[in-house]
């Protein structure tokens, strides 16, 4: 065939396993976020009698968004002390950020509480 690349099916497949593996590995590590989000959560419940709610918030907890190998867990505050927060989140083997979600923006607490999952 003059002039046109033959389609290499072994190439194509090799790439569509690769993706595979790697979305797999995607899904396994956002699980593993969240359930660590979740752990973290009780924990930091159990250890401040003023904490109100824990909101999981961002890749790791809503749908549809990817989560790469350098994604954080971000989780929202209310009430609580959230130095004590911060201190307790570092022993993590995830990157953890964490906000007071009393003192954000009231648009970006709304959609914190639409959006979130309550932990």
Same mark, same amino acid.
């Given at each position: 065939? =003059?002039? %046109?690349?033959?389609?290499?099916?072994?190439?194509?497949?090799?790439?569509?396993?690769?993706?595979?593996?790697?979305?797999?590995? =995607?899904?396994?590590?956002?699980?593993?976020?969240?359930?660590?989000?979740?752990?973290?959560?009780?924990?930091?419940?159990?250890?401040?009698?003023?904490?109100?709610?824990?909101?999981?918030?961002? =890749?790791?907890?809503?749908?549809?968004?990817?989560?790469?190998?350098?994604?954080?867990?971000?989780?929202?505050?209310?009430?609580?002390?959230?130095?004590?927060?911060?201190?307790? %989140?570092?022993? =993590?083997?995830?990157? %953890?950020?964490? %906000?007071?979600?009393?003192?954000?923006?009231?648009?970006?607490?709304?959609?914190?509480?639409?959006?979130?999952?309550?932990?």
């Amino acid at each position: 065939m =003059s002039g %046109v690349d033959r389609f290499d099916v072994a190439a194509a497949a090799a790439a569509i396993n690769r993706e595979n593996r790697r979305e797999a590995l =995607s899904a396994e590590r956002k699980n593993r976020a969240r359930a660590e989000g979740a752990r973290l959560a009780k924990l930091l419940k159990e250890r401040d009698p003023r904490l109100v709610r824990v909101w999981g918030f961002g =890749s790791a907890f809503e749908e549809g968004r990817p989560f790469h190998a350098s994604s954080d867990i971000d989780l929202a505050i209310e009430g609580g002390d959230l130095l004590l927060a911060l201190s307790m %989140v570092g022993t =993590s083997e995830f990157r %953890v950020d964490v %906000v007071d979600l009393t003192r954000q923006e009231d648009q970006f607490a709304k959609t914190v509480r639409e959006k979130g999952t309550l932990l």
